[in-house]
């Protein structure tokens, strides 16, 4: 079956630009989670929903960033006033529970200049 | 707080050279250990979990392996196309997230 797709696949934007990043989940997975990956290391969690609900967001580096999953299926990561540092690649994972293996996407690659 | 180290950063192989790779790890009580290969440009894929010390997994020309401080993955007689990321993550029983090392870099020489 279809796994995990995420878009744009790459994105320039303009330092003080808002960007927004889509996840597609593998169909009725219940658990979606947000990772930065910064160039050389691993990924780092931003944040968790269990269907529409954002259960955790302890990994939002500041509150320019936003997430939501308003029917408990796609995914937005939001960025708003995108800063130099944000320049990462953003993962989207998702699992049929909580604690269940993630399935990863292919991520977002965000330059900001 | 969780935390993974991964050793070396970095290993260049000759095709059919075994080699380990190892990740050590603190966790406050151990739901499992995962293991997942990156390709440059790519998401992590899935390889393994490991729930309990002494517990072997294996797929192809790779076996990983789990005790109470650190999991080591083996690469039998690796092939060009093993040259890949190798992630290593825990999951705290009471938790959900993953906590991931930085990752062993492994390069395959024909």
């Known amino acids: 079956g279809a796994g995990v797709s995420q878009s744009p696949r790459y994105k320039v934007a303009k330092r003080g630009q808002d960007v927004a990043l889509r996840c597609d989940p593998i169909?009725?997975?219940?658990?979606l989670f947000w990772y930065q990956q910064a160039l050389g290391q691993g990924p780092e969690f931003l944040t968790y929903?269990?269907?529409?609900?954002?259960?955790?967001k302890s990994g939002l580096p500041s509150d320019r960033f936003f997430a939501e999953r308003p029917e408990g299926s796609v995914s937005t990561l939001k960025i708003q006033r995108t800063q130099q540092e944000d320049s990462a690649v953003y993962l989207c994972?998702?699992?049929?529970?909580?604690?269940?293996?993630?399935?990863f996407g292919p991520g977002t690659r965000l330059l900001v200049l | 707080e969780d935390q993974v180290t991964q050793s070396p950063e970095a290993l260049r192989l000759q095709e059919g050279e075994s080699s380990s790779l190892n990740c050590s790890y603190t966790v406050s009580g151990l739901r499992g250990l995962f293991w997942y290969r990156q390709d440059p440009g790519k998401g992590p894929e899935f390889l393994f979990t490991l729930y309990s010390a002494g517990e072997e997994k294996e797929k192809e020309r790779l076996k990983a392996t789990l005790t109470k401080k650190e999991s080591f993955l083996h690469i039998t007689a690796p092939k060009p196309e093993d040259s890949a990321t190798y992630l290593c993550a825990v999951q705290a029983s009471n938790d959900y997230k993953l906590s991931f090392g930085a990752g062993t870099t492994v390069t395959v020489r024909a």
């Open positions: 169909s009725g997975h219940v658990s």
């Open positions: 994972a998702s699992s049929l529970w909580r604690q269940e293996t993630q399935y």
């Open positions: 929903f269990q269907n529409e609900a954002q259960l955790d």
